[in-house]
């Protein structure tokens, strides 16, 4: 069991892939690619038909997500952030695929007993779930191949 760590300055989250990518090479002789794997997912929708979204945009700059089982309390989050807090609270990958590309002041709390709890919860938002299958970007490792030796320097 591995545990890595890469961090890369904040504007340069581009440079992350890369990174890990060399470190993994050198370290342990794999290749890591990003490839698309089509996996059943959750895609986080607009209700069709409903007026616009019905949620608050957000009032300010600041961006903050408070999650705590499942209860999602959000200031200028976007889509794509909320459907990875869904995706946590719910142990099961979420897919942004509302559209909506504004930031927005949320809070959603469901009682997880309730079957149809989450789903009430998002349609007050004109938002829903629904089962789909997706091509989602995952990481690859493959061996890159038997280690290159070079012989060991000559003894004094």
């Not at 945009?57 to 807090?85: F, P």
Request: no cysteine; net charge negative.
């Amino acid at each position: 069991l591995y545990e890595a760590e890469v961090r890369v300055p904040e504007g340069s989250e581009s440079l992350l892939l890369p990174t890990l990518q060399q470190m993994v090479l050198a370290s342990f002789r794999l290749t890591v690619t990003r490839e698309p794997r089509t996996l059943e997912v959750l895609a986080l929708q607009r209700i069709p038909g409903a007026p616009g979204p019905r949620i608050s945009q957000a009032q300010g700059a600041n961006s903050r997500v408070n999650r705590s089982g499942t209860t999602i309390d959000a200031q200028g989050i976007s889509m794509e952030k909320l459907a990875e807090s869904l995706g946590k609270a719910l142990k099961d990958l979420v897919v942004d695929e509302t559209g909506l590309t504004d930031r927005y002041d949320l809070f959603l709390d469901w009682d997880p007993e309730q079957p149809d709890a989450l789903d009430r919860e998002l349609a007050k938002l004109g938002l829903k779930l629904v089962e789909a299958s997706r091509p989602v970007g995952m990481m690859v490792v493959r061996s890159a191949g038997p280690a290159v030796s070079s012989p060991a320097p000559p003894v004094p």
